[in-house]
Nanobody, 128 residues
Framework: QVQLVESGGGLVQAGGSLGLSCAAS?????????????MGWFRQAPGKEREFVAA????????FYADSVKGRFTISRDNAKNTLYLQMNSLKPDDTAVYYC????????????????WGQGTQVTVSS
């Protein structure tokens, strides 16, 4: 079983920046286990469906972003630390949502139902 714990959310003004982290842990997780999982970030705003934000391949060589965040957000990972990151710059009020990290035991994917493990989410609020 893999546990994912997000951190770094908070309140920020429009145009500001926030960095999110997602730490993976669990009895079956080691350096090897983390780096066989592609990782992704999703978000869900009140009254809306969960949407894809960004994804990164197992070794970190490939990334993919939703059009709405491209050029503003950067996804990265440190497999030695079992940690996933999302750097968010030039934040907009429309970025307000609960952000979730997720792990998929395979290649990079943007499809939420492909992901087997999910964190509990961290709130990001962008004020205008």
């Amino acid at each position: 079983q893999v546990q994912l714990v997000e951190s770094g959310g908070g309140l920020v003004q429009a145009g500001g920046s926030l960095g999110l982290s997602c730490a993976a842990s669990g009895r079956t997780v080691g350096v090897y286990a983390f780096n066989v999982h592609a990782m992704g970030w999703f978000r869900q705003a009140p009254g809306k469906e969960r949407e894809f934000v960004a994804a990164i391949s197992r070794a970190g060589a490939s990334t993919f972003y939703a059009d709405s965040v491209k050029g503003r957000f950067t996804i990265s990972r440190d497999n030695a630390k079992n940690t996933l990151y999302l750097q968010m710059n030039s934040l907009k009020p429309d970025d307000t949502a609960v952000y979730y990290c997720a792990a998929h035991p395979g290649g990079l994917t943007t499809i939420a139902k492909d992901y087997d493990y999910w964190g509990q989410g961290t709130q990001v609020t962008v004020s205008s």
